[in-house]
């Protein structure tokens, strides 16, 4: 009742002789200061909430070449917005209750597919996408909702010059991507092989390739060895590279307070997935899963700080002459590792009569990063962890009856922040 929420989704789908046509229409509202400080964000008003539009087309069409080659063809076009009158309540600006946001994007997207099946054992996948996307990433504070239907929702509008601001807070952009992939998967004797490779041309960045490989064997009938190494890479979404905080300076209001600029050429991270593991079958029953992974991410995006004094901002309040602001850059040489193992077990059918069966999943991490410039404080830094060092449940089912199935389950966790 006092933070209220609401959301709707309501679509069609449509299929005849290979061609499927689809359309969603969805709306969310919450309120907009949930998950946020309540120092710096008020609760008090019901009226401040975010909400988004989303409507969602798509058309596929899936064809047999041949016997062994099928064709899968798609188009969809992807439309976001935000209501307009989606705010915030800032406890920082005495004068008002609410500023005002908008967001908005428009994303086309082409896929061509061709699957070609030789035998039972082998299959290859190929295929190409291609992207166009328009963009007004989220705006700085509004003092009134944002029109769109004057304004426009994308890329096409440049809003008048402010005589405090400027045009600090609008950055709308379009870009496009062409990706290219093929994938192949092969049978061969005790062994199973999959590997493949996507490249993708953004026009915002560089040529990118990234390899992935998967090998399976088997060792005896109930045992085989696995694994995989996979590369990829994170594109910033515009909204965290154009990212625009700047308010009237409560000592000043014919001033700007600047808290956070944009950096539009922030570059994407660089992602590395590897894995080890075994499949056994123990006295018949127990079907084990031992896995040892390793995952690094590379060229981190974080928070810095750059001198105010360095930077054209129209308007600027000067606190003080060591004022800086806060942007998101990639921090060179830094990386992030995660490496652990994961055990899973299960035992089908302990007592036959009731048809139960008992899964056990044990999961031990560790997090480890370096990052060059921060140095001094690795233990606050490491205290910051959304992941526990172990992580468990077990399961328990029993189906004695047709009409009568019983789950019982229990998670556990070690402390984490």
Do not use: C
């Not at 602001?325 to 040489?333: A, G, S, T």
């Amino acid at each position: 009742e006092s933070l209220p929420a609401a959301s709707h989704m309501t679509g069609l789908q449509l299929e005849f002789r290979g061609v499927k046509l689809s359309y969603d229409n969805m709306y969310r509202k919450t309120h907009s200061s949930i998950g946020r400080s309540g120092y710096l964000y008020k609760y008090n008003n019901p009226n401040n909430f975010y909400g988004d539009f989303i409507q969602k087309a798509s058309l596929s069409y899936d064809f047999a070449i041949t016997n062994n080659l099928q064709s899968t063809t798609n188009l969809s076009n992807l439309w976001y917005y935000m209501d307009n009158n989606s705010s915030l309540g800032l406890t920082f600006l005495n004068k008002t209750d609410n500023v005002y946001l908008f967001s908005s994007s428009k994303d086309f997207l082409g896929e061509q597919i061709f699957t070609f099946s030789p035998s039972g054992k082998m299959e290859v996948i190929t295929g190409i996408t291609y992207q166009k996307s328009k963009n007004l990433p989220l705006t700085n504070y509004l003092n009134s909702p944002w029109d769109y239907k004057k304004n426009g929702l994308f890329s096409n509008y440049t809003p008048p010059y402010d005589s405090i601001s400027g045009s600090f807070g609008f950055n709308p952009l379009t870009f496009h991507e062409i990706s290219g992939f093929s994938q192949m998967y092969m049978l061969l004797n005790n062994w199973t092989i999959m590997g493949g490779i996507r490249i993708d041309r953004n026009s915002n960045y560089k040529l990118v390739y990234n390899p992935r490989i998967a090998i399976q064997r088997k060792i005896s009938t109930v045992s085989s060895v696995f694994g995989s190494l996979g590369f990829a890479f994170k594109a910033p979404p515009a909204t965290l590279a154009y990212q625009s905080i700047a308010f009237p300076a409560p000592q000043e209001p014919s001033l700007l307070t600047y808290q956070m600029i944009p950096n539009p050429n922030l570059m994407p991270e660089k992602f590395q997935a590897s894995e080890l593991g075994i499949r056994t079958l123990l006295l018949s029953k127990i079907h084990i899963n031992l896995a040892i992974y390793y995952n690094e991410i590379r060229n981190l995006i974080m928070d810095r700080y750059i001198p105010a004094n360095t930077l054209d901002l129209p308007g600027r309040y000067i606190e003080t002459p060591f004022d800086s602001m806060l942007y998101r850059d990639n921090i060179k040489n830094s990386v992030s590792r995660l490496y652990g193992i994961q055990i899973t077990g299960r035992w089908n059918n302990i007592i036959p009569s009731l048809k139960s069966d008992l899964e056990l999943n044990l999961s031990f991490a560790q997090k480890s990063e370096k990052i060059p410039g921060i140095t001094d404080i690795p233990e606050l830094l490491g205290g910051f962890k959304l992941m526990p060092k172990h992580f468990g449940q077990i399961k328990f089912t029993l189906n004695p009856f047709d009409n009568l199935y019983i789950n019982m389950e229990s998670i556990w966790m070690s402390k984490w922040l």
